[in-house]
């Protein structure tokens, strides 16, 4: 009985840290992270987009070339098992989202929601197979009208994406795990100021004044 609850304890950790690369895939523009979060055949039921996850990924891919902002912050994760291979996972999502339309507004967003999740284990390893993403709550806000570096001020460094945010020289000093950039392409590590990550694939599209900036 005492190891049932030692591999659960280890199932749960598992599950919460891949939800955390997800978070870290999407802010920071890590490819390798986001794809990491999904496995190959998982399917993705986010907002705009329904489909394979692969579809998704590439979705996303093709946003931060937008040059947004994201912030996705995780809590109240929920994991009920299912059987010891499989689980159903409910945590709350909270996301600032700031870029440009496809008119070249600039757009920000702050969205609530809830990310309900089939989590499979294979191989000894728990990835998404199936998410549907809830939204409860959405507020269009106005975008900053000055740039960032006038913005921030002396208050430095500031996030960037992969491979050039700190976390990631941080991370040169750590045991090296297997989500780590192996699986993303060349182009991607190669041009990261073209790759930075945001979430509004998740945003509806709709018309709105012009923001001055």
């Known amino acids: 009985m005492e190891q049932t609850?030692?591999?659960?304890?280890i199932d749960r950790e598992a599950i919460r840290d891949c939800l955390y690369r997800y978070c870290r895939g999407i802010d920071r523009a890590d490819e390798a992270a986001l794809r990491s979060a999904y496995w190959p055949d998982a399917h993705d039921n986010h907002g705009a987009y329904c489909g394979p996850a692969e579809g998704f990924i590439e979705f996303a891919l093709g946003v931060f070339?937008?040059?947004?902002?994201n912030i996705h912050q995780i809590t109240n994760i929920l994991i009920e098992f299912i059987s010891s291979a499989e689980a159903a996972v409910e945590s709350y999502f909270t996301?600032?989202?700031?870029?440009?339309?496809?008119?070249?507004?600039v757009r920000q967003t702050?969205?609530?929601g809830r990310y309900c999740d089939l989590f499979h284990?294979?191989?000894?390893e728990w990835r998404i197979a199936e998410r549907?993403?809830?939204?409860?709550?959405?507020e269009e806000q106005i975008p900053p009208a000055i740039v960032e570096a006038e913005r921030f001020g002396p208050r430095r460094p500031?996030?960037?994406?992969?491979?050039?945010?700190?976390v990631y020289r941080l991370g040169?000093?750590?045991?090296?795990?297997?989500?780590?950039?192996?699986?993303?392409s060349n182009d991607t590590a190669a041009s990261a100021e073209e790759n930075q990550g945001h979430d509004n694939f998740a945003m509806p599209q709709r018309s709105r004044r012009k923001t001055s900036r």
């Open 5 to 9: 609850k030692i591999a659960q304890l």
């Open 65 to 69: 070339k937008t040059g947004p902002r």
């Open 95 to 105: 996301a600032l989202q700031r870029a440009p339309d496809k008119d070249g507004d």
């Open 110 to 112: 702050l969205l609530c």
């Open 121 to 124: 284990k294979r191989e000894g």
């Open 132 to 138: 549907t993403v809830v939204y409860d709550w959405i």
């Open 158 to 166: 500031i996030g960037a994406p992969h491979p050039d945010d700190p």
């Open 172 to 184: 040169k000093r750590r045991i090296p795990s297997p989500h780590d950039s192996s699986g993303a």
